[in-house]
């Protein structure tokens, strides 16, 4: 079995990584099979329907745990929250037919690469598993399974260069293709039998499977008719919607499925073939022109403009550069840091342009093929979407799991009160059954999600896609919204406002722009020409907004033609620039481009090598002025630096440094490193840019704070900037002080440090024209005394530190910060998990670009894109206004209602049918076929489709809905209006029969006297329904027919309507409830049916409905009842369950503390009188601040919305 069978026995799969499992090791024993197919026969196939939907449980039968080394089956099981089982075969590939000889080992696989540690040398196979269409084979020398499809991490950028440059040979080709199988991200359309089938072995259609075979036994035909056509009816409609969705996904992803390559075979020189066959290692050679990329690669040699749109949702291109040729021991992801992307081409994405260096083609190695790629793993997202945990859905469990419970209650009930009266043991079968199928509605699930495909189409006619609809309900409970600045909060494109050059080490007058003269020729209009990403699509200038903006204030043109005589005269394809027409004259005919070193968001700044034609190299870099004034020589940068930068920065102008440097002849551009070109720098001064805020994003920020939502800035930009528009925006307001918090890792240690520091200190005496506060010298007293007006604002550098040295103030930094700056992509996601850790229910709002995995994150992510459904997150925007968030906030709390309303309404009809069923059972009698059919489909189905049409209210309260239905208002609203139906029908029920015409046997005794004919033609009209017993028309109508089962019939009904009308809530959360016009009219309808039932005297009417006569006075004394109920629940309802003030009492006089962990966090901090610090430096040994001693867990608070502040 292996050293340790225990141990071998369970793995994990994809350790670290997002989608990580456990693994166990199983082998299938034929005694234990042949048991489990005694059980499927035994069982009628009920032990296999619950196999079907419990994957381990057919494990643990069928087989025994052995190691994994020697398993036949494995058990998967995800490590998140949700402990999901799922369980694969593994199955062996032959790879004898490739490899025929022992020599021919070392020529076909490498000694550490994972197809010669994978290979059982005597026979020859591999053993795999395929897990969400991903391979993995079992490495024979770690014990583990390892993912295939993908180039191994452990590569070095000078391994990738000399390895693979030359291709691969056609058996190493061949060997890898076998055991990665194809190169297709291929998503068959599923046929629409098997769509079916999964759709009918839901859990839900199997338990209204059983409730119709029981209403058929019963003869209640109309009623089970009713509901087999309702749910074929949703069964199509889920399976046409499945279907589309997979046809859909098919034709995403089958264009690039079967794209002609050029591929570079090692010895045999070029050969084209069918990218499918394309395999980790291979060589692509890129010609010339438009192309679609068929797998993950890493460019080697030339440069490449990409489109990224399909991935990122920014539709600017983007630049590629090839992998360095460094000769360090790191693995080439290490060594590029974050920058690793700049050098991939990613899967699906479009090939615009291709620019080959000094040695020819342009050329990339295949990275990672199929699912594997980057497209591979967006389509696995679709099609394997993570399980959203939110108590709504987890709650509604708990209350099926009750109601079933009453229903065992009653079928005891049942059967003990018809077996004790002698009924016949298949009859008590069927009653007691009965029971389950009116406790449990059948309906429920259906009735949840009308909501949400209401507030769906709602979202979408304003603009706002939904691919996540499960998150419409969270979106109702988001108390913290994360926002992108640059082109969510401000303006996508810059307008260029000045020029603050520098020479020597001086800054000189301000250059503005647009300016009647144009600027000299000087190295930093050189900078403005070349140092950009830009290139010529179809006659037009594409890039960077910022750089296109630059650009055209220089007058310059791109001339993007190719085959320019550089460096050493030979031939390259590189992008020259030349005077326009309107240009001031230069003393240079143009300048080419020769190599760029991409803008980088871990680096904060961008270089391009350049050359005048008939002249000398530069090097140009722009970036962050702090990043780029490290780069440069300190005599070139102006003593005043800092006090400029922050008199721009504060009035929130976005400032772009600029430098540059001469480079010596020699060395050919692309052997240099960026590090060498980058370094020892000429500072030539600051481009100002003016970031204007988009007109909606003070009035939404407004209206969000109003409602109590919480607004952070997260943005790549300077720290200033960031501060000032946030005050431009109304997040920090003007009274309001700022606290920086600056951290750093001690020089020379692993140790650390953070500094707080009131950022107004920061400003010199020279620009006191700028707004401050006249006391800034406040000291901490005033700061501890009002703790809410304060706001941090720290760096992503500073973030990184305090989250690995000081964990323990993270959270207490995150209650009150509000700017966050020069934030990486990864920085942007850590922050909204650190965020959801406190348990607040953050959103994201971005432009889709370097906010992905930020909008994966969150609870609700919002990407402003033009594309009608990015999918970098569940919500996208049309419009690109941050308007949209408080219209899915409103649009998310009133789906949220709308489900509890649907609940309570769903969960009391039941129970109210329940009851009234388990009382005339008492007297062996029930609901007529036709009493259930009305109660069923008359009422609820029509009430369940337009309850959910109110719309939501337009003004944002300040609180929440409620998150659980296990909540003490909700709780209370059900089980009172339980009591008030019960009540009602047992007063009735009893009532009834203390009535002076009232008889057990003779049905017809109330109306006698008033309608002498009455009895002749009901008991006839009975007869020929129900077939009497002795033909005595005297006698109870086959159990149906009798005053109770009228009167009992009659309340519920009605009650029905009174609970929908009473449950319907408007304000604060929806419009109130008379503007939803169909619910209205439906209601008066079917309160005028029941009255008219009520009031009629039509015998076949009544005998159809299996009603009897009963006096005018008793119909009164009924409608009375009813009136009486409905004032008490609406009362309830109202002055109780509805009182916000009243709850708010309740828990201040209970001393009830939320369980929220930033609510906790702030009431530990309001006794702090220390907090927060200022002008204070902690080290990670001398500060001691714990805050986790009454914490408690990370939950939500039951009834935590209804708080009186955020």
């Known amino acids: 079995m292996g050293e340790n069978p225990t141990k071998s026995h369970h793995a994990l799969l994809n350790q670290g990584e997002e989608n990580e499992m456990e693994i166990f090791g199983y082998k299938t024993q034929r005694c234990r099979k042949a048991l489990s197919i005694a059980g499927y026969i035994l069982s009628c196939g009920a032990l296999l329907l619950l196999f079907y939907w419990k994957p381990e449980w057919d494990v643990w039968a069928n087989c025994v745990p052995c190691s994994l080394e020697e398993a036949e089956v494995v058990l998967l099981r995800t490590t998140d929250e949700f402990r999901i089982y799922s369980h694969k075969h593994v199955t062996w590939i032959s790879v004898s037919g490739i490899i025929r000889s022992r020599l021919d080992y070392p020529s076909i696989a490498e000694e550490d690469s994972i197809f010669n540690k994978a290979l059982m040398k005597p026979s020859l196979q591999v053993k795999s598993i395929q897990v969400q269409k991903i391979r993995y084979v079992w490495n024979i020398y770690a014990k583990q399974f390892q993912k295939v499809g993908a180039l191994e991490d452990h590569h070095t950028c000078s391994a990738i260069h000399a390895k693979f440059s030359s291709g691969l040979t056609c058996n190493e080709q061949s060997l890898r293709r076998v055991i990665c199988g194809p190169n297709t991200i291929d998503v068959p359309v599923i046929p629409i039998w098997k769509l079916l089938i999964k759709e009918v072995l839901n859990p839900f259609y199997v338990f209204q499977l059983f409730s119709v075979c029981l209403w058929f036994a019963e003869d209640y035909m109309e009623y089970a008719a009713a509901i087999i056509i309702m749910s074929l009816l949703s069964i199509s409609l889920t399976v046409y919607d499945l279907r589309q969705q997979s046809v859909k996904l098919q034709r995403l992803v089958e264009s690039h499925n079967n794209i002609m390559v050029t591929v570079c075979r090692n010895k045999e020189g070029l050969q084209e073939l069918e990218s499918h066959h394309l395999v980790p290692g291979d060589m692509m050679v890129l010609k010339e022109g438009k192309a679609l990329l068929p797998c993950d690669a890493i460019l080697i040699s030339g440069q490449c403009i990409v489109n990224e749109s399909m991935l990122t949702g920014e539709s600017i291109p983007v630049t590629k550069t090839q992998l360095p040729q460094a000769d360090n021991l790191k693995p080439w992801r290490m060594h590029c840091a974050e920058d690793y992307k700049k050098h991939i081409l990613f899967c699906g994405t479009e090939v615009i342009q291709t620019k080959g260096d000094d040695r020819g083609a342009v050329k990339a190695v295949v990275l990672q093929t199929g699912f594997n790629t980057a497209k591979g793993d967006l389509v696995r997202s679709i099609l394997y979407p993570k399980p959203v945990n939110f108590k709504l859905y987890r709650d509604a469990l708990r209350f099926l799991m ?363 005496e020279d620009y006191g024209s700028l707004v401050r506060d006249s006391d800034s010298q406040t000291g901490r007293i005033r700061l501890a005394a009002e703790s809410d007006q304060f706001h941090f604002a720290m760096s992503g550098k500073s973030y990184q530190i305090v989250a690995q040295h000081f964990s323990h103030l993270l959270p207490k930094l995150l209650l009150n910060a509000t700017v966050f700056a020069r934030m990486s992509p990864s920085q942007k996601s850590s922050l909204v998990e650190e965020f959801q850790k406190l348990d607040y229910f953050v959103g994201m709002c971005g432009d889709g670009a370097n906010d992905c ?322 002008n204070e430096t902690f080290f990670p040994d001398s500060v001691a601040v714990s805050v986790e001693e009454d914490m408690g867990g990370h939950s939500n608070p039951t009834f935590d919305s209804n708080e009186d502040a955020l």
Not at 462 to 482: D, E, V
Not at 853 to 880: D, M, N, R, Y
Not at 1036 to 1059: A, F, P, Q, R
Not at 1068 to 1083: A, E, G, S
């Open 853 to 1174: 995995g930020a909008l994966k994150v969150a609870h609700a992510g919002i990407s402003l894109s033009e594309q009608e459904a990015s999918v970098a997150s569940p919500f996208t925007s049309q419009t690109p206004s941050i308007a949209c968030v408080p219209e899915l906030i409103r649009e998310g709390r009133a789906a949220l209602v709308t489900s509890f309303c649907m609940f309570k309404y769903m969960a009391l009809y039941s129970t109210i049918q329940y009851l009234g069923v388990l009382l005339l059972y008492w007297q062996l009698n029930s609901f007529g076929n036709y009493q259930f059919l009305f109660q069923d489909l008359a009422i609820t189905t029509v009430i369940g489709m337009t309850m959910s049409f109110t719309e939501a209210y337009p003004k944002l309260v300040p609180y929440r809905p409620p998150s659980q239905l296990i909540s003490p208002p909700l709780l209370l609203s059900v089980i009172l209006n339980i009591l008030f139906s019960l009540g009602m029908q047992i007063f009735g029920f009893l009532m009834v029969q203390k009535q002076p015409w009232y008889s057990k046997t003779d049905i017809h005794s109330a109306c006698l006297s008033v309608n002498s004919h009455m009895e002749n033609s009901s008991s006839a009209s009975s007869l020929v329904l129900h077939g009497m017993r002795d033909g005595n028309p005297t006698e109870v109508d086959n159990g149906y027919k009798s005053y109770e089962n009228t009167t009992v019939w009659l309340l519920s009904t009605i009650n029905c309507l009174i609970i929908a009308l009473v449950f319907s809530k408007g304000r604060p959360f929806r419009q109130p409830i008379y503007t939803n016009y169909v619910f209205i009219l439906v209601l008066v309808g079917q309160l005028g049916v029941c009255l008219f039932l009520v009031f009629a005297d039509i015998d076949d009417l009544y005998s159809k409905m299996d009603l009897v006569c009963t006096p005018t006075t008793w119909r009164i004394s009924m409608v009375m009842m009813l009136a009486v109920t409905l004032a008490v629940s609406f009362l309830v309802e109202e002055a109780i369950i509805e009182n916000r003030a009243l709850w708010l009492l309740l828990k201040r006089t209970f001393q009830y503390h939320s369980k929220s962990h930033y609510k906790r966090l702030q009431q530990v901090l309001e006794q702090d009188a220390a907090w927060p610090p200022l």
């Open 402 to 764: 009750c109601l079933i419970a009453l229903a065992t209650i009653g079928m005891i009930y049942t059967v003990c009160v018809f077996a004790l009266n002698g009924e016949e043991a298949g009859e008590v079968v069927k009653k007691a059954l009965d029971v389950i199928t009116i406790a449990v509605p059948p309906a429920l699930p259906a009735a949840l999600t009308t909501g949400i495909i209401y507030t769906q189409r709602r979202l979408k006619k304003k603009g706002i896609f939904c691919i996540s609809p499960q998150r419409i309900n969270m979106c109702g409970q988001l108390n913290l919204i994360c926002f992108d600045k640059t082109g969510t909060l401000t303006e996508d494109g810059l307008d260029l406002w000045g020029l603050l050059p520098s020479e020597g080490n001086c800054f000189q007058d301000v250059h503005r722009f647009p300016a009647d003269h144009s600027l000299p020729w000087s190295p930093v209009f050189s900078a403005m020409v070349v140092c950009h990403s830009l290139v010529v699509l179809e006659g037009k200038i594409q890039g960077d907004p910022l750089d296109v903006k630059m650009f055209e204030a220089t007058n310059w043109v791109i001339d993007d033609s190719s085959g320019h005589q550089t460096e050493s005269q030979r031939s390259t394809h590189a992008t020259v620039v030349r005077p326009g027409p309107k240009a001031n004259c230069a003393s240079v005919e143009g300048i080419t481009i020769l190599h760029q070193f991409p803008f980088s968001s871990a680096l904060q700044r961008m270089s391009v090598i350049a050359q005048e034609i008939g002249g000398e190299k530069h090097v140009f870099t722009k970036g962050a002025p702090e990043m780029v004034a490290v780069l440069c020589r300190a005599d070139t940068v102006p003593p005043n630096f800092e006090s400029k930068l922050l008199f721009y920065t504060a009035q929130g102008f976005r400032v772009i440094g600029l430098a540059y440097k001469s480079l010596q002849s020699g060395k050919q551009s692309t052997d240099l490193t960026r590090e060498e070109v980058e370094s020892d720098l000429t500072f030539l001064g600051l481009l100002i840019m003016e970031n204007r805020l988009k007109r909606d994003t003070k009035p939404v920020l407004e209206e969000l704070s109003a409602a109590h939502i919480r607004s952070v800035m997260v943005t790549g930009d300077n720290i200033q900037t960031a501060v000032t528009v946030a005050k431009n925006a109304g997040m920090i307001s003007p009274t309001n002080r700022v606290i920086l918090v600056e951290a750093n890792k001690v020089p020379g240690s692993f140790s650390a440090s953070v500094t707080w520091k009131p950022l107004e200190e920061n400003k010199t």
